[in-house]
């Protein structure tokens, strides 16, 4: 009895594992036939503009907005926990250092996730489902160089925009609550943020991760959409396995950096 | 005259399900082929096959000379710049109006002046009768219209082979009639070699110089539209008279209702 259990789990666990291997590699084998065909794209680059603003425009007002109300939180916790050690002068550093090195690319991804993700998976699945990207290829014309690839570009292109929208708006946020509501000094707020911010560790470090997180939530969307079931059901999927992956793997991949980065 | 298209030996299966079996076909240059049969019997299957979008298990489809193979991309791709396909549903492209639709395989192909492409997709709207509604979304057009404007863009770039999936499919007589003109007219006016895939007898016999019936996988009766109306083949009279008995059972295969619902038949 025990026996046959170990079996059934192993047999389960074996099963898993071959399937996201198979995922993993199909998804791998993708990913380069994306790039090599990307190769022609830079001759139009219209069609990467375009996308651009397609997922990036669209983002902008969630992203500014979020940001905001997230410099707004900074700005009160951060004054409530300096101020018990009498720093409260630092304020701007805390939510300048806190927005570009981690809350502006991690948050930025995850709404990026939420809105411009779904919403490529959606468009991808449901082109798919109506036959779209399989009429492509009968036409000589490769689905990969003219729907993903320029989607791909544009997602890694928006994402660092974005964050460092995010990241400005946010400080913005910050200085309201923190120097006009509660009463910083304005001098202190900016000097202390001019002087500890360093260009290189922490606002560098901070685009080189949203680049990383375009890419990653940008391909997972596309993936999940290309390699939809092409039915309603199919796309319902897809769409909720791009934000549960995408989300996991921002988090995932923020941590991994940061360990890097600021070892 | 030879073969634009040659299907040899061809298996195929999705997973353990076969659906083509040892099949041969041959598709003469300059003709209309219709491919008939019921439904699942693997009609679409074939063409899929013919276009590369799925790879045989075995055998070989030859269209031009040309083996087509599913593994070598570049290949496939130009040998797909001689054919085009009407898709089932149309599969136009929701973003794009009526005319970009047709001039998306002309600005992807072609390096032509937008003036000429202009010209020649007013022309190839005009051929399908929907230069007027030019300015179109997709969402704005009936079923019927979509698969019409598809069939411009089909043809957009004048190919050797072109696939038809069910071109008459959810048409009203009239519009019926005027595609199944339509895709004779074509065919000779381009010189194109056409494949139509239809459940549709009476269109499919009014314009096609060859019949392939197609049954659970195989071909089991092929010759011209006269020599089918005439077949004392019981699947193929069954097929062309709409017969509810015969050799392609009505009901799919399995328990029967009685002992579905447990009662007992007299003998």
Do not use: C
Not at chain 1, 164 to 181: C, R
Not at chain 1, 182 to 202: H, K, L, R, T, Y
Not at chain 2, 31 to 40: C, P
């Amino acid at each position: 009895m025990i026996g046959r259990l170990l079996g059934g789990l192993l047999g389960a666990i074996g099963g898993g594992l071959r399937v996201w291997l198979y995922n993993v590699g199909y998804a791998t084998r993708m990913f380069f036939s994306m790039l090599r065909a990307s190769f022609g794209l830079w001759r139009r680059p219209r069609l990467i503009t375009d996308q651009i603003h397609f997922i990036g425009n669209y983002s902008l007002v969630i992203i500014a907005v979020s940001g905001l109300f997230v410099g707004f939180v900074l700005g009160l916790q951060g004054y409530y926990t300096l101020n018990k050690y009498g720093s409260e002068q630092a304020l701007g550093l805390l939510v300048a250092l806190s927005l570009s090195r981690e809350l502006g690319p991690v948050v930025t991804a995850l709404l990026f996730a939420g809105r411009a993700g779904t919403s490529l998976t959606a468009e991808i699945g449901l082109m798919k489902a109506g036959e779209q990207l399989a009429a492509m290829e009968m036409m000589a014309v490769n689905p990969l160089q003219r729907v993903i690839g320029p989607r791909f570009w544009a997602g890694v292109i928006s994402m660092p925009i974005l964050a460092a929208i995010f990241s400005a708006v946010g400080i913005m946020g910050g200085y309201v609550v923190g120097v006009k509501m509660i009463g910083v000094d304005e001098g202190a707020f900016w000097s202390q943020m001019q002087g500890g911010v360093d260009v290189f560790q922490d606002v560098l470090n901070g685009v080189l991760k949203s680049v990383v997180f375009g890419l990653a939530v940008t391909f997972i969307a596309l993936y999940q959409g290309y390699e939809t079931d092409p039915t309603p059901e199919g796309v319902a999927r897809a769409t909720t396995r791009t934000v549960v992956i995408s989300s996991l793997t921002v988090l995932w991949l923020d941590f991994l950096l940061t360990a890097l980065m600021f070892n | 005259m030879s073969n634009l298209v040659e299907i040899r030996n061809l298996k195929f299966s999705y997973g353990d399900r076969p659906i083509l079996t040892d099949l041969q076909m041959e598709f003469p240059r300059g003709k209309v082929i219709a491919v008939m049969g019921g439904s699942g019997s693997g009609k679409t299957t074939i063409l899929r096959l013919i276009g590369g979008l799925l790879a045989a298990k075995s055998g070989q489809v030859v269209v031009d000379g040309e083996v087509v193979n599913t593994d070598d991309i570049p290949a496939l791709y130009r040998l797909r710049r001689r054919m085009g396909m009407l898709f089932q549903l149309g599969a136009l492209f929701t973003d794009l109006s009526v005319y970009d639709n047709v001039a998306f395989p002309l600005r992807e192909h072609t390096d032509l002046p937008e003036s000429l492409i202009r010209d020649l997709v007013l022309m190839k709207l005009q051929a399908v009768g929907l230069r007027n509604a030019a300015q179109l979304k997709p969402a704005e057009v009936s079923g019927g219209m979509a698969r019409r404007v598809a069939l411009a863009r089909a043809i957009a770039l004048d190919p050797q082979l072109i696939m038809y999936d069910e071109p008459f499919a959810g048409l009203d007589p009239i519009s019926m009639g005027v595609t199944a003109n339509l895709i004779r007219n074509l065919n000779d006016a381009l010189g194109s070699t056409s494949i139509l895939v239809s459940h549709d007898v009476d269109e499919s016999f009014l314009i096609a110089d060859y019949v392939y019936f197609l049954s659970q996988g195989k071909i089991v009766a092929h010759g011209t539209p006269q020599d089918m109306r005439a077949s004392t083949d019981p699947y193929v009279k069954q097929f062309v008279n709409a017969e509810m008995d015969g050799p392609v059972p009505f009901h799919y295969p399995g328990k029967s209702l009685a002992d579905d619902l447990g009662v007992r038949v007299a003998n």
